[in-house]
T-cell receptor
Framework: GAVVSQHPSRVICKSGTSVKIECRSL??????MFWYRQFPKQSLMLMAT?????????EQGVEKDKFLINHASLTLSTLTVTSAHPEDSSFYIC???????????FGDGTRLSIL | KNEVEQSPQNLTAQEGEFITINCSYS?????LHWLQQHPGGGIVSLFM???GKKKHGRLIATINIQEKHSSLHITASHPRDSAVYIC?????????FGTGTSLTVIP
């Protein structure tokens, strides 16, 4: 089946650092990629949707300048958490989809801890 | 009130039991998804359906569009089925997620 690789799986870094998370579709062309955030014991919260070659669409309340998303190719999207603070600590998950009528395929997530 | 409601929130079952997780939604959707999230956080898409019923191994998903309701059934449950099951509906790129059902299957 389709595979999405998300890297790194875990990041621990100091406050003020910028952190980049990569999401790659390994065996299909991901026309659309989604970035989610998940707080403990809560469901997924969609942060933004990105289509290859165009600017990401951010959900209400998500700061564009804080969470930079780049979807430069059909197999790679990146999420950069800029100047991270402890409140940015969370579990971030990406998913990718080719055809809109096909299900999303999820990465394994990145657990981000800001000290 | 959430657009997608799941029940129960938590479920403990004995190995071998038949399990049902319910999902109701209040918005118009083009497809409904059942996702499985493992303890480590990884998510697997189990089903995507817009009508009727789908079966994959011991898992069955049904949807009633008129009633805006979907169910996920697990037959002959096994401890490895222990996970959080999330129901989600979408129209295009707009997704609505349920809060999940935490399932524990005891040997």
């Amino acid at each position: 089946g389709a595979v999405v690789s998300q890297h790194p799986s875990r990041v621990i870094c100091k406050s003020g650092t910028s952190v980049k998370i990569e999401c790659r579709s390994l065996d299909f062309q991901a026309t659309t990629m989604f970035w989610y955030r998940q707080f403990p014991k809560q469901s997924l919260m969609l942060m933004a949707t990105s289509n290859e070659g165009s600017k990401a669409t951010y959900e209400q309340g998500v700061e564009k300048d804080k969470f930079l998303i780049n979807h430069a190719s059909l197999t790679l999207s990146t999420l950069t958490v800029t100047s991270a603070h402890p409140e940015d600590s969370s579990f971030y998950i990406c998913s990718a989809r080719g055809d809109p009528n096909e299900p999303q395929h999820f990465g394994d997530g990145t657990r981000l801890s800001i000290l | 009130k959430n657009e997608v409601e799941q029940s129960p929130q938590n479920l403990t079952a004995q190995e071998g039991e038949f399990i049902t997780i319910n999902c109701s939604y209040s918005v118009g959707i083009s497809a409904l998804h059942w996702l499985q999230q493992h303890p480590g956080g990884g998510i697997v898409s189990l089903f995507m359906l817009s009508s009727g019923k789908k079966k994959h191994g011991r898992l069955i998903a049904t949807i009633n569009i008129q009633e805006k309701h979907s169910s996920l059934h697990i037959t002959a449950s096994h401890p490895r089925d222990s996970a959080v099951y999330i129901c989600a509906g979408n129209t295009g790129n707009q997704f609505y997620f349920g809060t999940g059902t935490s399932l524990t299957v005891i040997p």
